[in-house]
């Protein structure tokens, strides 16, 4: 019964852990996004330095302003990918996975979720941003926005113009070296999935399946010590 106390605590310590980075994440990302919508237009530019600025801007489509696919099939994918990964994170919890691992599948959740967000209501409750002179969005009545639910702009306004590429180069030559522009959402999707691929594939390979325990090759490599028996005769 002790066990089963101790056991059941930990799980719930353990569930707080990617609740508590979610919910940073959106509060963040969320509070970003709502500042520069409500105080900047769209293609309004803040320098920050040489290599950073925060550039305004919105899109229809997928991180880093990618638009490959319809709205609504866009943001129907992305309630069902949510959907999986929320389950998986809810299975990877229970089973005992490393912290680290889950904190990660936690970072790629929110900023999926951050963006969804976007989607879903922001074309409920804000007016349209435009690049005139006063198109710096303002909070309306529920519904009264500028699109329906799930057709809201994603606002973007992270950019890092690090350099421009030589004018002999062919191809790039005279083009920015990383013209995206992004947001904090997008970022905790990029980082989470270098962090995975990087530190985390074995674990992502052995799916559901994962154990800490050692590998038959790792368990044979190492020296058994023979443990005498009781009933053997001391020499």
């Avoid at 520069?36 to 320098?47: C, H």
């Avoid at 590429?165 to 997008?186: K, Q, T, Y």
Wanted: a negative charge.
């Amino acid at each position: 019964m002790e066990n089963e106390l101790k056991e059941s605590r930990l799980r719930s310590s353990r569930g707080l852990v990617p609740v508590a980075v979610i919910l940073s994440v959106l509060i963040i990302d969320q509070i970003i996004k709502i500042m520069v919508k409500t105080q900047m237009a769209i293609g309004d530019e803040i320098v920050i330095t040489s290599w950073f600025r925060i550039l305004f801007v919105e899109n229809n489509g997928m991180a880093f302003g990618l638009e490959l696919i319809g709205k609504l099939f866009l943001s129907l994918f992305r309630i069902a990918a949510i959907g999986f990964f929320c389950w998986y994170l809810y299975k990877i919890v229970r089973r005992g996975f490393p912290t680290g691992y889950v904190i990660t599948v936690s970072f790629i959740i929110a900023g999926a979720l951050g963006n969804l967000i976007d989607c879903m209501f922001y074309g409920l409750v804000f007016s349209e941003s435009t690049s005139l002179p006063d198109g710096v969005a303002h909070f309306t009545a529920f519904g009264d926005g500028y699109a329906p639910f799930l057709y809201g702009k994603v606002v973007d306004m992270f950019y890092f113009p690090l350099f421009k590429w030589p004018e002999w180069m062919p191809l790039v030559g005279g083009d920015i070296f990383f013209s995206p522009i992004f947001n904090f959402a997008d970022s905790c999707i990029t980082c989470g999935v270098i962090v995975v691929i990087f530190f985390y594939s074995r674990i992502v390979n052995m799916g559901l399946n994962y154990t800490d325990a050692p590998t038959d090759a790792e368990a044979g490599s190492r020296e058994e010590i023979p443990v005498p028996d009781d009933d053997e005769e001391e020499i």
